[in-house]
């Protein structure tokens, strides 16, 4: 069974629908395998998962059957030269006929009903196809053919994955068939034809519950592998988000530290592929420790996450943005310029000013403000890069912070070690 045939209705359902089919199909394998009942769901599920898998079952069965029948004309001619022209319509029209018809309609019909009907049809017509050759012929011609149609049958009820009322239809219709046709005969005697109707029934009755048994089998083995592939899917999803988890700052929701250092590798690493060129953002809230100090640590969680908010509103699509370490944030900035890193700085330093949160820890009316360090580089300008990237950018923040605070610096500008500036800003 390939479990890419039957993910599209799994894949279907949001992490809830997964989560609730789980549950169901988990209730369902709690019992015992013999009392094993799929609910109409499951049952469905079942149906068109396994239908590729069935219905090959099915077809094989009917195409060897139609094959392995053609020889059987030359064994009929040579016992009964009489039953020449009915044994060449019966093997090489009427059964190709029907079993075909039947193998088209397992392709083309995928209903349960339809299914149900395949087995009692292609009994009937094997039963009926015997006795008409059996009776073309003479004596006990007739129960041969018939019992050599119900031993075929038999494999039939054994290889046919199908509903349980499929398998007692076709028995029944079989064994119906075959007691018409020996009535018909006088030259067998009574007690006979009742002996031989009882023990063929026999027979085929015992095979009813081995069906049984292996549908439930079957069922089981698809409710296996069902939750299994749930299991993994909600494996992977915890997996899933317990690396965003890991990658993401508690308190603010932005990326951590090291998430952010990996995507500025990975950033450097595509700008080396593309010549492209890379710049950084380093950012730190004005007299943070003074805010703590003086409105408490709870304020100043709330003044980091307001600040985080208004930075990840003022980033551009192209731009990533994490927290850093404390008060001090980051944002890395793909095919950046001096002027658009001048720009994001400017953009960032007014969102913060712009929330107009009171600074409890300095004199008069002043509001929550950020210094900006900024550096560009590309991949060519050094070696150690990007940490050399981040290392200018915060010399271009300390810089900021010792002219006065809140205001951005270019590391350019503040004359920081960044090879051949002049280059960058061409």
Known sequence: MRASRWRAPIDALDPAGRAELLTEVEAVLDGRIRDLTLTKRLEALYHSS???????????????????????????????????EVSLLSHFIFLPVIYGSLCWAMTRFRSQKAESLILPVAAVSLMLMSGVLGYTGEGAIPERYLSGGLFVLATGLV??????????????????????????????DPVIRATMAVFYGAILGCLIPARRSMNILHRHSFMLRLEDLLKADRLTEMNTRLAVLAGTDDLTGLANRRAIRGRLVDAWAEAAQRDGRLGVALLDIDHFKRFNDTAGHDA??????????????????????GRFGGEEFIAVLRDATPESLLVLGEVIRCAVSDLGMPHPGLEGRQVVSVSVGIALATPDDST???????????????????????????????????????RQMA
Request: positive net charge; charged residues 15%.
């Open 159 to 188: 290889i046919f994955p199908v509903r349980l009322v499929s398998t007692i239809s076709a028995a029944v219709l079989a064994i119906g068939i075959y007691g018409a046709f020996c009535l018909r005969n006088p030259a067998m």
């Open 50 to 84: 396994t239908w590729h898998e069935r219905a090959k079952r099915i077809r094989s069965w009917l195409i060897w059957v139609a094959i392995l029948n053609t020889p059987i004309f030359a064994i009929d001619v040579l016992q009964n030269p009489r039953i020449f």
């Open 384 to 422: 150690n890069w990007p940490d050399n990237l981040v290392k200018h950018a915060d010399i271009a923040l300390y810089r900021a912070k010792a002219n006065g605070r809140n205001r951005v610096v270019a590391a350019w500008d503040a004359q920081a070690a960044i090879s051949a500036p002049a």
């Open 300 to 321: 100043g969680d709330r003044c980091l996450i307001a600040v985080a908010e208004a930075i990840r509103q003022a980033m551009p699509a192209q731009a990533v943005v």
